[in-house]
């Protein structure tokens, strides 16, 4: 069972704590404030299961591509390391992984009996970075700054 704080949506990556530092860390929050739309819904189904990852789906994707190209921007413009680009981003809500070797078969029929599931409803009001981490059979991470999306209407940026 996964804890509910422990589900996530991955938007991107700022680099590892060696490439990264904490005036850095510091400013891209910063600048990430100050440009971060508004508070938004997104409805997560179905569930989908592949060799490495059982998943939902999450629509629409608009809003999540527009902060994911936010944060993309603020971290190419302070010179980051890591980032993916916003061009290859695909939303999805993971909630379970195997890095070990498996035949999908399996977890795609097993999850296909879950594909009847009611769509689960969320709300998007704030942006975490974290330090990420691996511990046996999970990921881990601690929050190092809790951006809030603003509460109505649009952002300037």
């Given at each position: 069972?996964?804890?509910?704080?422990?589900?996530?949506?991955?938007?991107?990556?700022?680099?590892?704590?060696?490439?990264?530092?904490?005036?850095?860390?510091?400013?891209?929050?910063?600048?990430?404030?100050?440009?971060?739309?508004?508070i938004f819904e997104l409805t997560a189904h179905p569930l989908a299961g592949s060799?490495?990852?059982?998943?939902?789906?999450?629509?629409?994707?608009?809003?999540?591509?527009?902060?994911?190209?936010?944060?993309?921007?603020?971290?190419?413009?302070?010179?980051?390391?890591?980032?993916?680009?916003?061009?290859?981003?695909?939303?999805?809500?993971?909630?379970a992984y195997s890095r070990g070797e498996r035949a999908a078969q399996p977890v795609i029929d097993t999850v296909a009996t879950l594909r009847a599931l009611p769509p689960v409803d969320l709300t998007i009001a704030h942006v975490d970075l974290v330090e990420l981490r691996r511990e046996p059979g999970r990921y881990a991470w601690d929050l190092l700054h809790r951006v809030p999306l603003a509460q109505t209407g649009t952002t300037e940026g």
């Open positions: 069972m996964i804890d509910a704080a422990d589900l996530h949506l991955t938007l991107t990556r700022a680099g590892s704590r060696d490439q990264i530092t904490d005036s850095e860390i510091d400013t891209l929050t910063s600048i990430a404030a100050d440009r971060l739309g508004p060799a490495g990852a059982v998943r939902y789906s999450v629509t629409p994707w608009t809003p999540v591509i527009a902060l994911h190209a936010t944060l993309s921007t603020v971290h190419d413009e302070l010179g980051l390391p890591g980032g993916k680009s916003t061009e290859r981003f695909r939303p999805h809500l993971g909630v």
